[in-house]
């Protein structure tokens, strides 16, 4: 098959080791052109995925229109921020029915709408699914064992994908609940800052783990009150892309956190670590659908006070930890 990857960072690096791996024609396109120059003369990513070689077959260009054409396929790698963007560019070389595949967590602040929607109402004549779960791109770039998630409500289209993507290290399922998935993948950023602030000022084990405990019951109120199933949270895109997120040494998101954690603001934070942060772009989305929905989420309240009110992040875990005392599972009776 031949397929496009539109964006060149690690992410779309790592999708395009996985793709060729399987067999496929791979095209990567990237707005930049260093990138592509170093991508042309290297076949590696020296910045964002160093020690990963990709195969000479690739296609790298700055060239949408020549990396899209005759695409059977089309998996959208930009960071969130760029996708609509992203989108509207590639919508006038899109055929109709081409699979477009959202790999980007995040919710687009202005909007709250979800990516595959965004792609959706730029590309209208595209067929969307989206793919997450804990995969992290420097260990997929290595091919370690990794399983995510496609969701999509045509099933034949979540197979095609399925098929597409699996390989005898990454395992891939399906599900019909494309907004469980794209909400899980893109909360729980959100919430590994959390962790990360919490590392940051020095706390220990027991507090990550109340984080991600209490930050996927945040995620799963939400999620189910915007329509999703509950069983998507205690899967891959729910607590096991929490789990790595709030844990890994890859995760940007917890580096942002922790170095925020340690007095740096949140630009001062995304400078250091050198990479898009979803998980700040997430956060006002994040709110606002809270309040839309009316669910408590104190964990993400407390990050948004944080990014942007300049509240003190110690303050911040204070007022978690004294708030009005209440049951864990509402509904249990004695």
């Known amino acids: 098959m031949k397929i496009c990857i539109l964006g060149a960072g690690s992410w779309g690096i790592a999708i395009t080791k996985l793709l060729t791996y399987n067999g496929h024609e791979v095209s990567v396109w990237s707005i930049d052109p260093e990138e592509i120059a170093m991508l042309n ?52 070389y899109v055929k109709e029915g081409t699979i477009i595949v959202s790999v980007a967590k995040g919710i687009e602040d202005e909007t709250l709408m979800r990516l595959s929607q965004v792609i959706k109402e730029e590309i209208p004549v595209a067929d969307i699914a989206v ?12 091919c370690l064992p990794t399983t995510v998630v496609v969701g999509c409500k045509d099933k034949a289209i979540a197979e095609k994908v399925q098929d597409t993507f699996m390989a005898d290290f990454f395992r891939v399922y399906i599900s019909p609940d494309v907004m469980g998935i794209e909400l899980g993948g893109s909360l729980k950023n959100v919430i590994a800052l959390a962790a990360g602030i919490a590392d940051g000022l020095g706390c220990g084990d027991n507090t990550k783990a109340a984080i991600i405990t ?26 096991g892309d929490l789990i790595v997120t709030c844990a890994s040494m890859h995760s940007r998101n917890r580096r942002a956190g922790y170095l925020i954690g340690q007095g740096k603001t949140y630009q001062e934070a995304m400078d250091e670590v050198k990479m898009i942060v979803e998980g700040v772009y997430s956060a006002k989305a994040a709110l606002a659908l809270s309040k839309k929905y009316e669910v408590s989420m104190p964990i993400i309240e407390a990050v948004n006070k944080v990014l942007f009110e300049d509240y003190p992040a110690k303050d911040a875990l204070t007022d978690l930890l004294t708030r009005d005392k209440t049951r864990e599972v509402i509904g249990l009776t004695w």
């Open 214 to 239: 209490r930050g996927i019951v945040e995620i799963k109120k939400l999620g189910v009150k915007m329509g999703g199933y509950p069983e998507t949270f205690s899967g891959l895109s729910g607590i």
């Open 131 to 142: 793919l997450s779960g804990p995969s992290h791109a420097e260990e997929v770039g290595k």
């Open 41 to 92: 003369e290297y076949c590696e990513h020296k910045t964002k995925l160093p020690g990963v070689i990709l195969s000479g077959a690739v296609t790298f260009t700055t060239d949408m229109k020549a990396a899209i054409e005759d695409a059977e396929m089309i998996v959208m790698a930009v960071p969130s921020p760029f996708v609509r963007s992203t989108a509207k560019s590639a919508a006038q």
